[in-house]
């Protein structure tokens, strides 16, 4: 660490203890207050970035991001869903326990930015909605959130998350009704596009910095020929970014839903669709185009999201580092210590080793960490995870 590095990190963790001292003193809500706040987010989110770039085993930032998996509860059965496949039914697990989230409010709202709701089930169904409404208008918190859609109409939802919203992502993967409905079981096509046109006014009257309106979109086998109408409709709806991910296939006998089968097709339409998404002015992310096997990954190592800006706690109060089934890190939140959590000794070593060859297996085979393992070889260990139990 150079001599001007050391110095930035004084001064900014320095000021970030004193902001939050100065905030901790202040029990009444006041305009004071609410500066204090402001300035503490924007110290720590700068501390996060210095202490990602050196690598620093030990943080004194906390994330300014916040996954919390406030509810296990979908209304929906879709084909490729996680869910579908667990030997378990979630809707039958409880919810976030009240007291933990209130200490996770307490604890992380004053530095973060934004909040998820959860990744597991469907975040308007969550019990904790109105509560977290008025903690996220208290503590300048952004909601950005991927929903199926269906619920934004009923008790108003959609007015009453428009003016905390940072960004909201729709799941639409056909726009035939019949296609989308067989992919997204027990969703009607014609209220979820509803849905998305409630937003966008929501949106065109959010004033000079709107949030964000788009579309997520599994890409399987059966719908790859309607990605780049999908990037019209978001235009065409007043949205402006569509998120492509490739379905994950969990059975051998699902096998022919993957678009694994069409990568040649793929490829073509990732052209195409990159074209279109440029001349109408909407952003676009989606995976790289397949790569024979024949060919070498252009692997470069990335950042772990996980590690230095991002939290994760699921339903029961655990601390998980990664989304994937098994994680390299799990502990249980201690109420009232972010710290013990976040400086766990498990975190500090996967902070370590996250990108070399002594880190976790979940480590070394992440397509996040290890960018470019975009051959078909290799996207056959992601995206068809049942193989790896052969």
């Known amino acids: 660490m150079n001599l001007l590095n050391l110095l930035k990190l004084f001064w900014l963790r320095a000021s970030w203890n004193y902001h939050r001292f100065l905030y901790r003193i202040l029990l009444e809500e006041s305009e004071w207050k609410a500066r204090i706040r402001r300035n503490w987010k924007n110290l720590n989110r700068n501390l996060v970035t210095l202490e990602e770039e050196l690598r620093l085993k030990r943080t004194r930032s906390l994330p300014y991001s916040l996954i919390i998996d406030t509810t296990t509860k979908c209304n929906l059965r879709c084909i490729t869903c996680f869910r579908e496949f667990l030997d378990f039914n979630l809707n039958e697990v409880p919810d976030m ?14 530095t973060a930015a934004s909040l998820n709701m959860s990744l597991i089930g469907e975040p308007l169904a969550s019990p904790h909605l109105d509560y977290l409404i008025e903690a996220m208008k208290r503590h300048d918190v952004k909601l950005g959130f991927t929903t199926n859609g269906t619920l934004l109409h009923k008790l108003d939802i959609g007015a009453r998350i428009a003016p905390i919203l940072g960004s909201i992502e729709f799941s639409i993967d056909s726009l035939d009704s019949d296609r989308f409905e067989t992919i997204r079981s027990g969703a009607k096509f014609r209220q ?7 937003m966008a006014r929501f949106r065109n009257e959010s004033g000079p910095n709107p949030f964000r309106l788009g579309i997520s979109t599994t890409i399987l086998s059966s719908n790859l020929d309607e990605f780049c109408h999908l990037i019209e409709f978001v235009a065409d709806h007043g949205g402006n970014f569509i998120r492509a991910c490739i379905g994950v296939v969990y059975r051998e006998e699902d096998v022919h839903l993957s678009v694994l089968n069409k990568a040649e097709d793929y490829n073509r339409m990732y052209i195409e669709a990159h074209g279109i998404a440029q001349k109408r002015g909407v952003e676009l992310s989606m995976p790289a185009p397949f790569l024979a096997d024949h060919d070498q990954d252009r692997i470069e190592k990335g950042r772990c999201q996980f590690l230095y800006n991002t939290l994760r706690i699921s339903h029961e109060g655990i601390h998980t580092v990664c989304l994937h089934g098994e994680p390299p890190a799990q502990n249980e939140y201690v109420r009232g210590r972010p710290f013990r959590i976040w400086n766990h000794r498990d975190v500090v070593k996967i902070r370590k080793n996250y990108d070399k060859p002594s880190g976790h297996a979940s480590c070394r085979n992440c397509y996040i960490v290890n960018r470019g393992l975009n051959t078909i070889s290799n996207r056959r260990k992601q995206f068809l995870p049942y193989l790896n139990n052969e």
Do not use: G, I, T, Y
């Not at 326990?97 to 004053?110: A, G, I, Y």
């Not at 979820?192 to 409630?198: G, T």
């Open 97 to 110: 326990n009240r007291e933990v989230l209130e200490d996770l409010v307490e604890c992380f709202f004053p």
């Open 192 to 198: 979820v596009v509803a849905n998305f046109d409630l």
